[in-house]
């Protein structure tokens, strides 16, 4: 059996500038590794909307939200599902991504892939320093959120977890500073 070989970031863009991988293909890197993206079906669909609609009322200026576009971490580049970006559109970053110190909430939408949103991308988010990651995870009507990003590699971790139900609303903290709140039951797609 052969090895497996782990891509690099500058790899990656290779690949997509030499046409190799294309918008058609439905991967991304995490850790290295090249990942099917999980087919969307439509409560997810809707709840990425909703969750975007939500959060595009509260941005404030310096800030704008964005959708399922590539962040460009030290050995991924993973699409969340939502995510609130430092600058004014993606007109800030002609040439690059937004990275770690760009991001003020990165979220992703967990219905199927629920696992892989908490063992395969925390750790990736937490080792990249993302200060604040939610996991909507659909099917427990929740939205977790994390914070205080620890450790390094595989063990990283986040030191507060906390939990917001369907009766909650979860307070949005960019730079240390409330903005505002998204209720819970405002972007279930249900």
């Known amino acids: 059996m052969s090895a497996v070989m782990r891509l690099s970031v500058p790899q990656y863009h290779a690949m997509i500038r030499n046409g190799v991988l294309t918008s058609g293909d439905r991967v991304e890197l995490l850790d290295g590794y090249l990942v099917e993206k999980m087919t969307v079906n439509p409560l997810h669909r809707r709840a990425v909307r909703k969750m975007r609609d939500a959060l595009q009322r509260i941005v404030p200026p310096g800030w704008y939200d964005d959708s399922q576009q590539p962040i ?14 430092r600058g004014q559109s993606t007109d800030d970053y002609p040439y690059h991504n937004p990275g770690p110190s760009d991001l003020g909430l990165v979220v992703e939408i967990a219905d199927s ?20 990651y939610w996991i909507f995870n659909l099917p427990a009507q929740q939205i977790e959120v994390c914070t205080q990003p620890n450790g390094v590699g595989d063990d990283a971790g ?27 039951a405002e972007v279930l797609p249900v």
């Open 72 to 85: 460009t971490l030290p050995t991924s580049e993973p699409e969340p599902d939502n995510m609130i970006v």
């Open 158 to 184: 986040y030191d507060h977890v906390q939990i917001f139900g369907v009766t909650e609303t979860v307070p949005v903290v960019l730079d240390g500073v409330e903005v505002g709140r998204v209720a819970v």
């Open 113 to 132: 892939s629920l696992a892989q949103d908490r063992q395969l991308k925390l750790p990736i988010y937490a080792a990249a320093r993302i200060g604040v």
